[in-house]
């Protein structure tokens, strides 16, 4: 299985190099073999994956190893944004998290919502106009009940900001269980890769609110189109923390994200484009910042 992580100028002062090296000495000698020989896990569509350039993967979230199961099956390292409290713990396991985390390159993110997360979209980009590939979780929260939730617009504002491509991934048997002997454990997982989703037609339009909204209803889609999951038009999180019951969830069920949404104009380049406040369309929402995968 290859490893074609690209070396850009960012490793000049060493840092990207070291964590390029930890990551695939951890992916080559502990999570890749577990994933692989001990999970069983297996992929499909790998051929759709681009071999070099800036990538983003963006893939249904159905359970707490969905990050480290992609990393170890995908022949590309890829990166995460993982959020911030797991770099700030001050417990001794937290600590090891920690280290884990900034020797590897994840990227700490802020995921409070506003402006705090929009800027914390910034070093996210810039992996992605390295050339590096990153994953993310526009669902913003693992599934509560196996289906698929409304994408954070996160997803399309980084597409769009770095002129990267989506590779929707959905993932299958994901979700962890105890053995026996009290030990979390996966078995058989299945990622599923679909072809790259171009958007280059919105590039530089991050900042349109009404084009974010439906770049990120397209990327769902094709996640729905890979995974077969059920759509609810709701945010995952309001159902999570309760701010709607299920019930109520249950009347924003539809036949897949984006539905009767008409395709948002394309701009001329160099066009003014009203600034939308990040999930201003959707009270109470949080669209703004992609997920973290270690929650």
Same mark, same amino acid.
């Given at each position: 299985?290859?490893?074609?992580?690209?070396?850009?100028?960012?490793?000049?002062?060493?840092?990207t190099?070291?964590?390029?090296?930890?990551?695939?000495?951890?992916?080559r000698?502990?999570?890749?073999?577990?994933?692989?020989?001990?999970?069983?896990?297996?992929?499909s569509?790998?051929?759709?994956?681009?071999?070099?350039?800036?990538?983003?993967?963006?893939?249904?979230?159905? /359970?707490?190893m969905?990050?480290?199961i $992609? =990393?170890?099956?995908?022949d590309r %390292? +890829?990166?995460?944004? #993982?959020?911030?409290?797991?770099?700030?713990?001050?417990?001794?396991?937290?600590?090891?998290?920690?280290?884990?985390?900034?020797s590897?390159?994840?990227?700490?993110?802020?995921?409070?919502?506003?402006k705090?997360?929009?800027?914390?979209?910034?070093?996210?980009v810039?992996?992605?106009?390295?050339?590096?590939?990153?994953g993310i979780?526009?669902e913003?929260?693992?599934?509560?009940?196996?289906?698929?939730?409304? /994408?954070?617009?996160?997803?399309?504002? $980084? =597409?769009?900001?770095?002129?990267? %491509? +989506?590779?929707?991934? #959905?993932?299958?048997?994901?979700?962890?269980?105890?053995?026996?002997?009290?030990?979390?454990?996966?078995?058989h997982?299945?990622?599923?890769?679909?072809?790259?989703l171009?958007?280059?037609?919105?590039f530089?339009?991050?900042?349109?609110?009404?084009?974010?909204?439906?770049?990120?209803?397209?990327?769902?889609?094709?996640?729905?189109?890979?995974?077969?999951?059920?759509?609810v038009?709701?945010?995952?999180?309001?159902?999570?923390y309760?701010?709607?019951?299920?019930?109520?969830?249950?009347?924003?069920?539809l036949?897949?994200?984006?539905?009767?949404?008409?395709?948002?104009?394309?701009?001329?380049?160099?066009?003014?484009?009203?600034?939308?406040?990040?999930?201003?369309a959707?009270?109470?929402?949080?669209?703004?910042?992609?997920?973290?995968?270690?929650?």
């Amino acid at each position: 299985m290859g490893d074609n992580w690209p070396v850009t100028d960012t490793t000049d002062d060493g840092l990207t190099q070291r964590s390029i090296k930890n990551y695939l000495l951890f992916k080559r000698f502990f999570f890749g073999p577990w994933v692989r020989h001990l999970f069983k896990a297996k992929i499909s569509g790998q051929e759709n994956i681009p071999a070099k350039g800036g990538i983003l993967f963006a893939s249904n979230h159905r /359970g707490a190893m969905d990050a480290p199961i $992609l =990393a170890g099956m995908i022949d590309r %390292p +890829v990166t995460f944004p #993982a959020k911030r409290e797991l770099f700030e713990s001050k417990s001794i396991g937290g600590r090891i998290v920690a280290w884990f985390l900034r020797s590897t390159g994840m990227i700490p993110l802020d995921r409070s919502g506003g402006k705090s997360s929009e800027n914390a979209l910034r070093p996210i980009v810039e992996r992605l106009e390295e050339g590096l590939a990153v994953g993310i979780y526009p669902e913003g929260k693992r599934s509560v009940d196996g289906r698929l939730y409304k /994408g954070k617009t996160g997803v399309a504002r $980084l =597409a769009l900001e770095a002129g990267v %491509p +989506v590779v929707p991934v #959905a993932m299958f048997d994901s979700r962890k269980h105890t053995t026996k002997l009290g030990i979390p454990w996966v078995s058989h997982p299945h990622v599923v890769v679909g072809e790259p989703l171009d958007f280059s037609e919105y590039f530089g339009l991050q900042d349109d609110y009404d084009a974010l909204r439906w770049v990120t209803d397209q990327v769902m889609a094709a996640v729905q189109k890979l995974s077969g999951q059920e759509y609810v038009d709701v945010y995952c999180k309001d159902v999570y923390y309760k701010v709607i019951t299920m019930e109520e969830a249950n009347k924003h069920i539809l036949p897949h994200p984006g539905y009767g949404e008409a395709k948002p104009p394309v701009l001329p380049k160099g066009t003014h484009v009203a600034k939308h406040e990040i999930g201003g369309a959707d009270p109470g929402a949080d669209p703004g910042s992609p997920s973290a995968p270690a929650e």
